[in-house]
C-alpha cells in the first residue's frame, strides 16, 4: 500500500544562485555526507539532493519540526541514491519503504519519492 508521494522540480541554476548568495544555506540544506560528496560536481547533484528532500516532506506531508539535516541522502552500492532517515523524518516514514528517482534534463531536476507502507 503506498503511504506518500511527493513529487519536486528545482530550476538548477536559481538554486545555485540561492546557495552562492545565501551564507550558511549549504550547512542548514545538506548533511556533512551529502556536502563531502558534492565537492566537484555539477551544481545539478546538489540541486536533485533538495528536490529528493522537499519530495519527502510533501510525501510525508510536511510535518511539523522536519530538519533538513534528518535527510540524508546517500550513494547505494549501485549508484543509485537512497535515503537514510533520522528525526522527525524517520518518526513520521516509520518502517515504509522509500523509493526515490533523481533525474536531471537541461536546466532543472525532478525528484519523486513513493513511500510504500511495509504491510503491503
Do not use: C
Not at 33 to 60: C, D, N, Q, T, V
Not at 98 to 113: Q, T, W
Amino acid at each position: 500500500m503506498i503511504k506518500g508521494i511527493g513529487v519536486d522540480v528545482v530550476e538548477i541554476a536559481r538554486f545555485a544562485e540561492s546557495l552562492a548568495r545565501t551564507p550558511g544555506l549549504r550547512e542548514r540544506l545538506f548533511t556533512e555526507y551529502e556536502l563531502s560528496i558534492a565537492e566537484e560536481r555539477h551544481p545539478s547533484f546538489l540541486a536533485g539532493r533538495f528536490a529528493a528532500k522537499e519530495a519527502l516532506a510533501k510525501a510525508l506531508g510536511v510535518p511539523e519540526g522536519l530538519a533538513w539535516q534528518d535527510v540524508n541522502i546517500l550513494r547505494a552500492d549501485n549508484g543509485a541514491p537512497e535515503m537514510k532517515l533520522t528525526g522527525i523524518a524517520k518518526q513520521r516514514a516509520g518502517s515504509g519503504r522509500i523509493h526515490l528517482s533523481i533525474s536531471h534534463d537541461g536546466p532543472v531536476v525532478v525528484a519523486m519519492i513513493v513511500i510504500e507502507n511495509p504491510r503491503g
